[in-house]
């Protein structure tokens, strides 16, 4: 259990801070929800409820994980999909599972399909140029913090 105060980490939300501990009715039951605070969309209040079997809130990683996810980035891109639906997908699978290191791989493989097509005086579609944006962002924010270094 989460105390109020506690950053945490939230999937696509990224880090979020706990406002707030409270009796929420959603679906027709009152339970205890966390109120959490989005530091990559300030204004929006997420809920999420203390006690589930599957929760979304994972703790921020430590310096050592964070190591190891930028050590990634070293290592050759997976094959890339040429069907965007299936390079959605992927997307989609990264983001849900929370790990890091999957989530990490997957950017690492569109910013080396970025460079490669640059060569060439291309662009990146947008569909991949958007996850890569949303990725980078989560990514970053929790590496930033786990490190202990500006974002940038």
């Known amino acids: 259990m ?3 105060g506690d950053t945490v980490f939230y999937g696509a939300h990224g880090i979020c801070k706990i406002k707030d501990i409270q009796e929420q009715q959603f679906h ?3 339970q205890p929800y966390y109120t959490l605070k989005s530091a990559l969309y300030p204004s929006m209040i997420l809920y999420h409820p203390v006690h589930t079997k599957d929760s979304k809130l994972k ?3 430590s310096k050592e994980y964070a190591l190891q996810i930028i050590d990634c980035f070293r290592f050759p891109a997976d094959e890339w999909q040429e069907r965007n639906t299936a ?4 997307f989609k699978a990264a983001v849900a599972s929370a790990d890091h290191l999957k989530i990490a791989q997957f950017l ?3 910013l080396r399909k970025q ?3 640059t060569e060439q005086s ?5 569909q991949d140029t958007q996850m890569m944006q949303q990725i980078s962002t989560i990514l970053f924010d929790e590496l930033s913090l786990a490190l202990n270094i500006p974002k940038d």
């Open 28 to 30: 027709g039951t009152n």
């Open 115 to 117: 460079l490669e097509i």
């Open 2 to 4: 989460y105390a109020i």
């Open 108 to 110: 690492n493989t569109i």
């Open 87 to 90: 390079r959605s997908q992927l």
């Open 122 to 126: 291309k662009k990146l579609a947008a």
């Open 59 to 61: 703790k921020i990683i």
